[in-house]
């Protein structure tokens, strides 16, 4: 009795723990899900649906309730663009390993093309913890080519945490290799999201986009007048030059319709390979950091080609912070100091 006792103890006293977990991680595997609330709060989802072609965070959505990123292919927004289906939230995945582009691949790829693409596929939720400050989710993944080839296990270790005016993301990026995996030289990479529209570049000038059904647009310049953002990077390089320069950090700040200022960074970490990253930073809403491009970015640099042979690993460790307000480098810098220290 005594013991039937205790334990009932112990399960009330988890249940309530639980009850109380100001970071909460929920999984719904049914639903293709994992929903991230901060004091009830809706902070982001891991999600699979069958429409994209890898798991992705989306929305990511600061700690005043404003959404960060774009809508835009899940759940579209007034006035987006709607260029570069695959653009979808926060993801991670390159666009050359093995020849093969994980990266461009979306269902606007005609089948006949399929073949040259990859996706990575979901696997299951190995664990998902919620907590007072922080919570926990820990997924595995398959990256299989266009032939049908798994060539990458990965398993990916996201922790959701909140903080005085900002919410942090750390993600942690175990890569196995299944075969002999070559990441080639390539800008299309590695760790990035797409910003809501109020986060584009005022400067952007336009370009040659994807549509919505996989063709080329031309985009005589940036059709928004609410465009606010402006990068910057550990290094001092601002706006449109940051693309293609390397910084241990890169952070993005502008305000919403409403004047409300949010600034988002993503801080890389010493240990990644590539360190310090190329920030493959576009003044239409991509803010990605790529490690494993360098030619691509420099023509004086050697071509980088990252290579694992099979049975090794690799690991990737990024910070992405959003704040509520507009933050400067030093503040940004602090954060990168304390991410390097394990911190």
């Known amino acids: 009795m005594r013991s039937l006792f205790l334990a009932g103890l112990v399960a009330a006293s988890l249940g309530g723990a639980i009850a109380s ?11 293709r899900r994992v929903d991230v609330t901060i004091d009830g709060k809706a902070f982001t989802s891991y999600v699979w649906p069958t429409s994209l072609m890898k798991p992705v965070l989306d929305p990511l959505i600061a700690e005043d309730g404003i959404q960060v990123t774009r809508g835009y292919p899940l759940a579209p927004l007034p006035n987006e663009r709607v260029d570069h289906p695959h ?13 093969f582009d994980f990266w461009n691949n979306s269902t606007a790829i005609k089948p006949e093309e399929k073949h040259k693409y990859g996706t990575i596929r979901q696997v299951g939720i190995v664990s998902a913890k919620s907590g007072k400050d922080s919570g926990e989710l820990v997924v595995d993944s398959i990256w299989q080519t266009g032939e049908g080839k798994d060539i990458l296990k990965q398993r990916t270790r996201y922790v959701f945490a909140k903080r005085k005016g900002a919410r942090v993301i750390d993600q942690f990026v175990t890569l196995e290799a299944l075969d002999h995996v070559v990441f080639n030289d390539d800008k299309e990479g590695l760790l990035g999201m797409r910003v809501a529209s109020w986060l584009e570049s005022p400067e952007e000038k336009g370009g040659m986009f994807m549509d919505a ?8 310049a940036v059709p928004n007048s609410t465009a606010t953002g402006v990068y910057e990077t550990s290094e ?21 319709p409403e004047g409300k200022a949010v600034t988002l960074a993503i801080i890389d970490e010493p240990k990644n390979p590539g360190y310090p990253t190329y920030w493959h930073a576009r003044g239409y809403g991509l803010f990605a950091a790529n490690p494993l491009g360098a030619n691509i970015f420099d023509p004086k640099a050697p071509k980088f080609s990252y290579t694992l042979e099979k049975g090794k690993t690799t ?20 954060e990168a100091d304390a991410f390097a220290a394990g911190k």
């Open 21 to 31: 977990a100001q970071v909460k991680v929920t999984p719904n595997e049914a639903g």
């Open 87 to 99: 653009h979808a939230g926060m993801w991670f995945n390159y666009g050359n390993a093995n020849g």
């Open 213 to 220: 059904n996989g063709k080329p647009t031309q985009v005589a």
């Open 236 to 256: 001092g390089v601002k706006g449109t030059k940051v693309w293609s320069t390397r910084g241990r950090w890169c952070l993005l700040r502008g305000h919403n």
């Open 315 to 334: 690991q990737f460790k990024y910070r992405v912070v959003l704040y509520s307000g507009a933050v400067g480098a030093d503040q940004v810098n602090k």
